[in-house]
């Protein structure tokens, strides 16, 4: 009985040996990565997410609610290790949040493209000037004969304001998103849903990230101008800086990077990571020659 009880206790040990190494083992799953912010950076650091879950045990957990605003805002409160942001980071977030020490990492580019439904496309609008935009945000140009194009009405799909893809479009029309106007437009949030909309409403049009533009549904529009040249938003523009849409993507931390944060923004700065920009349609750092802000 006694030999018995002994080899329980022994077995009982050795568990819970077993249970404390597993655990020291996987201390990452112990405390979960927040990450929080813009749709356009979402698809590249799920997936890096996911290759650290499988590799190292990680447990890291993406949100996009509210946009790069929202990701920010994630992170000044303390909802958040790490936020992705579609835009430059701006003085008011440092304003807002002046105990956080905002360390953006920029891990690649995009481009905000003004996109139209197949009949706009078909019927000839290929390009628009910052004045015909405008016009189309303030609702002044209604119907889509009136900028060379079919006989039918304009439908704008707004990104909600504080989304990085809006206030990009904003701070172009207007030198500052402040001074937009205020609009009565249907508001939409991620690119998948501006794109859903955009394919399935005639007339349509919406701000979305240019890699979200198939060509085949939905297409991106160039930007006519001054001079009467126009624009596409890809690669090339985007690399010169000719495209006046452009922007970086980002990853934000509170200081520098570390720990887990420091994990994820060295996959996604890595060849790995790189490729999976690519992958999304982005353009990766090494093509543009950028380097960590």
Partial sequence: ??????????????????????????????????????????????????????????????????????????????RAEVAMISRPLEPEDRTKYPKIRFQPVQIGSDAVALVVSRDVWDGGVHALSKEQARGLYEGKIKNWREVGGPDRRVVFFNKEPGRGTWEVFAHW??????????????????????????????????QLSSSWADG??????????????????????????????????SVVTDGPPRDESKILID????????ELVRKQGYLPLAAQGAARQ
């Fill in 173 to 206: 029309l207007y030198g500052d998103p402040k001074k937009a106007p205020l609009v009565n437009l249907p508001e939409i949030g991620a690119n998948e849903e501006g794109r859903n909309k955009v394919s399935s409403t005639a007339g349509s049009i919406t």
């Fill in 267 to 274: 996959f996604l700065l890595g060849p790995r990571g790189q």
């Fill in 216 to 249: 085949k549904k939905v297409f991106a529009l160039a930007i006519r101008r001054d001079d009467g040249k126009t624009v596409r938003p890809d690669n090339v523009s985007i690399r010169d800086g000719s495209y006046p849409l452009s922007r970086p993507l």
């Fill in 1 to 78: 009985m006694l030999r018995a009880r002994n080899l329980l206790l022994t077995a009982g040990a050795v568990a819970l040996t077993f249970l404390t190494l597993g655990g020291a083992g996987n201390a990452f799953a112990a405390k979960p990565l927040r990450v929080n912010g813009s749709t356009t950076v979402n698809p590249v650091v799920t997936e890096a997410a996911e290759a650290l879950r499988a590799e190292r045990g990680m447990t890291i957990h993406v949100d996009t609610q509210g946009g790069s605003s929202g990701g920010i805002a994630a992170l000044g409160d303390g």
